[in-house]
């Protein structure tokens, strides 16, 4: 009976006859390269997924770039030509939140001197859109390019400095708004930390590196008692998410002087009131209700007292702002690396005259020629704190500030724009 390997490896007597060790050796060889040339196929197969995988995310990427709202020749132009200084010994400044209501004046007056300015913002909805859209038209009648766009987007940030050399940033983009951050917290730390680091590493790894003028807060001061507040006075009793973020720039700004030599000033600005303001703010919605009929809400403090604020007109908002990109002094950094000790200042930005809620509201009051049908009301704990005051004898001195208007003349510029620009005639609604 034939074995198994008989049966497999029979024999042909006559004619020839199988080696069956050779044999059996190239089976072997046979599957061996089998085995290979699957092994072969997959690893093909694997390099042209990930071939497909590799151009699928060029694509992809490649569309963002092209479909984004920033970058390209045209674009690079614009932001060059707006850039451009026309005076001696001009600046090149970056505007933060531009479209905003510090930014659109202080971008405007920057301009108007004949300096080069290039501003961003991200035209959030915290408020109507429509009217940072209404200063952006102002900017660009004037010459002034905005980008649309975000200060935590870390590659949108590196391509205006690698467009435009800036001298200066002003940095004014911001979350604003005491009682919203009770709603939103976390719009307070993506801009207000994270925008503000992403910003700060752009400008420390810059060559040469700006100088930098940012927007911190009165809210700073929180729970201090001891009025006037004062540069020098304690900043660590925040009364709301707002003001944590505030400080916490401060502190940020501090560290990133200290360590990569950038030339850093803090304004700590009081009640900012005027035209083109924004509507959240107290003396906005109350002319707002008080055209329409409607009651206002006056918050009253401990013991029945009337909130007291240090309102200072815009104008004078922005001669300080001016003034601390004039004195600021240079970076001592360069691609990141600090040679020397570079300039670090904070500044109060205020009236130095606090007026009471009530006050405020009969001043507007005689301007609208409409009686304010008032409800008075226990202040909440939502962050607000009674009183302000600005002690600014420091900016006086380092900055030449002076602040020109009182509340009764910067109210009646403010009601007279906001007549005009929502159509109103005689307090009357003229639609």
């Known amino acids: 009976m034939p074995s198994l390997e008989d049966e497999l ?3 042909t007597p006559g004619k020839f006859k199988i080696d069956r060790a050779n044999t059996m050796n190239r089976q072997f060889h046979r599957c061996f390269a089998s085995t290979s040339t699957m092994f072969l196929w997959a690893l093909f197969l694997v390099a042209l ?8 995310s060029f694509v992809y990427t490649g569309s963002r770039y092209f479909t984004a709202s920033w970058g390209g020749i ?9 850039a451009q200084i026309h005076r001696s010994n001009g600046m090149s400044v970056l505007v933060t939140g531009a ?3 510090v930014g659109s004046h202080v971008s405007l007056a920057l301009k108007k001197r004949g300096d080069g300015v290039v501003g961003i913002d991200n035209f959030n909805n915290y408020y109507d859109p429509s009217l940072k859209r209404a200063r952006k ?6 010459g002034i390019f905005i980008v649309e766009g975000d200060i935590n987007d870390a590659r949108l940030i590196a391509k205006l400095f690698d467009t435009v050399a800036f001298t200066h940033v002003m940095h004014l983009a911001a979350q604003a708004g005491v009682r919203y951050a009770m709603e939103n917290p976390h719009s307070y730390v993506h801009s207000n930390i994270a925008g503000l680091v992403t910003l700060l590493e752009a400008c420390k790894s810059a060559n040469p590196q700006p100088s930098v003028v940012w ?9 201090n008692e001891k009025v006037p507040f004062s540069e020098t006075d304690r900043t660590d009793q925040p009364a709301s998410l707002y003001a944590a973020t505030k400080k916490a720039g401060e502190e940020i700004t501090h560290t990133y002087n200290h360590i990569y030599g950038l030339s850093v000033t803090g304004l700590r600005f009081f009640t900012v009131y005027g035209p083109w303001g924004r509507p959240d703010m107290a003396y906005f919605s109350f002319t707002r ?6 009651p206002i809400t006056v918050y009253r403090g401990k013991d029945r007292a009337d909130l007291a604020r240090d309102f200072t007109f815009i104008d004078d908002i922005v001669k300080g702002c001016v003034g601390s990109l004039d004195t600021s002094g240079k970076s001592t950094g360069s691609g990141g690396k600090k040679r ?5 200042r904070i500044f109060n930005l205020g009236n130095t005259s606090p007026v009471t809620v009530p006050t405020l509201v009969s001043i507007l009051e005689r301007h609208l020629k409409v009686k304010a049908k008032r409800n008075f009301v226990d202040m909440p704990g939502n962050g607000d704190v009674p009183f302000t005051h600005a002690n600014i004898s420091l900016a006086q001195r380092e900055l030449g500030y002076k602040p020109t208007t009182d509340l009764a003349t910067g109210l009646k510029k403010f009601v007279k724009w906001y007549l005009s620009y929502y159509g109103y005639n005689h307090g009357k609604d003229v639609n």
Do not use: C, D, M
């Not at 038209?137 to 004037?142: A, G, I």
């Open 340 to 344: 020397g000790p570079a300039p670090y």
């Open 74 to 82: 045209q674009w690079e132009k614009q932001i060059r030509h707006s």
């Open 137 to 142: 038209s102002l900017l660009t009648n004037q």
């Open 215 to 223: 927007a911190s807060s009165s809210s700073v001061y929180g729970l």
């Open 9 to 11: 490896f029979p024999s």
């Open 289 to 294: 209700n008080i055209l329409q009929g409607k």
């Open 99 to 101: 479209a905003g209501f």
């Open 49 to 56: 997924t990930a071939s497909y995988l590799s151009f699928q």
